[in-house]
């Protein structure tokens, strides 16, 4: 199953993402079972969704339908489970910062939902034993903006490229840094989050 596997940069001050971090040991421990390229998007509108393009340019050079699955996975500070993103909405923060809120493309749908089998995703990683739910709303920063942008491209192209979104909880190492935090999951939990999710949809991908 041809896959791109997208984390984000640290950006909460801590050094760390969650989500690079857990994909990292996902791929140490699983990537050979795919055929996978793995990018890391900056925490930043525009230049986020330009590494998207790169790496989807470097997926597949032309292939028309690209990869089969668009996993995105970004850190849900606060969490304390593994969110299967159901929905991206068309809005973002503003330029100055999050005082302000605007429509990520004023012509364009209000949202798109995820391609992915959510609820059978989730049970899937509950299913090892790993706290998970479908979350119906992943915010309004860059992991909204990631997943609204993949979305809206594979449907614009037409292509059955299925996308989707993860969102894990700090590590522990985070949460020691920043006290108000509270919640976590270690990182091994995470990369088999990765792992629980892309198998199952590698067992039902008709390639
Ligand atoms: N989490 C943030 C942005 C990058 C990340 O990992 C979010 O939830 O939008």
Known sequence: MRVLLTAFEPFDGTGLNASLEGCRLFLER???????RFAVLPVEYGPDVAAVEAALAAVAPGAPDGP???LHTGQATGAGEVRVERIAVNVRYGEDGKDSQEWIDPAGEIAYVSTLPVDA????VRAEGIPCVVSNHAGIYLCNHALYHSLR???AAGSRTR???LHVPCLPAQVEQVEERGRCLEVEETARAIYAVLRFLQRESPG
């Open 30 to 36: 699983w990537g050979a079972e795919f055929d996978l």
């Open 121 to 124: 995703l989730a049970a899937a």
């Open 68 to 70: 089969e699955v668009i």
């Open 163 to 165: 996308v989707g979104f």
């Open 153 to 155: 491209r594979v449907t």
